[in-house]
């Protein structure tokens, strides 16, 4: 017997969603697909379900740069609940321990924060998606084992309160991809000596990407009703994830040679890393990613079929 033929559109493009409250990132994109009926989506960097905002869905092709969304930075925006530690470093898990919170003021906090600014170790938090022994760290948890993570290096590029009462403080972060946010105000909480959590999270930032260009859940619903037209109008183009990476624009020939797999040179093109290659002729149509080799010529790796 052949293959079963997958259903549903063939659609290329990037869509920004604003994550709504309460549902996991892959309920979100479910409903998203079913809008779209698309045969194909994913997408780059799970938000926990009591976390809202962007989540960059990616359509066919564009699946094929959804590594490089996870390999970003990122920007988020915090509520912490001071005097109050729980299990899971968030609203979701009990508290486990209070303790007053004292000898707070903005000053105080400005220069805890200023001290997880920049280069910072962090110990991942036993709620999370790392595996040990093939099995994710928050199933053990659940069982109430502990196993010892190894602390990482993350860069925190920026890092501010937005405001400060009682025992509400705001934040915003501007973070390298593995930083745990959770665990950032956490480490925060204990750093001003009241212990913390996160009581609301909000991603508003992944790269190029900004939160006036998120699209609500809302807003698709009533574009479904006008029609594909309507959905497919909120797309990107794949291409807006690679805004970082240098561009190449090649001949026919090179063109030619790259799509059959073969490296080629391109004059004056960058001496190293991965490179966006359009075609120069025509329609001057995104081809998708190379990388230079060492003896300076592009290698194809991820080219894009459009449709």
């Not at 709504?20 to 309920?27: D, H, L, Q, V």
């Not at 948890?141 to 993350?154: H, K």
């Not at 403080?169 to 909480?189: F, K, M, N, P, Q």
Request: glycine letters at 10%; hydrophobic letters at 35%; one cysteine or more.
């Amino acid at each position: 017997m052949g293959r079963r033929r997958k259903s549903g559109r063939q659609i290329n493009g990037i869509l920004l969603l604003d994550k709504p409250y309460g549902i996991s990132s892959n309920a979100a994109l479910q409903q998203v697909k079913r809008l779209f009926r698309a045969q194909k989506a994913g997408h780059s960097g799970s938000l926990d379900p009591l976390a809202t905002g962007l989540l960059a869905v990616c359509f066919g092709e564009a699946t094929k740069v959804s590594g490089f969304l996870l390999d970003t930075d990122k920007r988020y925006r915090a509520v912490c609940k001071l005097g109050e530690k729980t299990t899971t470093a968030d609203a979701e898990g009990e508290v486990i321990e209070r303790r007053p919170v004292e000898n707070v003021d903005e000053a105080r906090i400005g220069r805890v924060l200023s001290d997880f600014s920049g280069e910072i170790q962090q110990i991942p938090p036993m709620y999370s998606a790392l595996k040990h022994q093939g099995q994710p760290l928050y199933k053990l948890a659940r069982q109430g084992v502990e196993i010892e993570r190894a602390p990482r290096t993350v860069h925190v590029y920026m890092l501010e309160q937005l405001g400060f009462s009682g025992d509400r403080l705001e934040i915003e972060a501007h973070c390298s991809r593995g930083t745990y946010i959770r665990t950032l105000v956490e480490d925060i909480g204990e750093a001003l000596g009241c212990g913390a959590h996160i009581s609301e999270l909000r991603r508003i930032g992944i790269g190029a990407y900004q939160e006036k260009d998120m699209v609500s859940m809302e807003r698709l619903e009533q574009a479904a009703e006008q029609g594909m037209e309507a959905l497919d109008a909120l797309l990107l183009p794949m291409e807006t994830a690679l805004g970082h990476l240098p561009d190449v624009q090649l001949s026919d020939d090179a063109a030619y040679y790259l799509r059959r797999g073969q490296p080629v040179l391109v004059p004056h093109s960058p001496t190293e890393g991965w490179v966006r290659l359009y075609a120069r002729e025509g329609d001057g149509r995104f081809m998708g990613m190379g990388q230079v080799l060492d003896d300076g010529r592009i290698a194809p790796k991820r080219l894009v079929n459009h449709i």
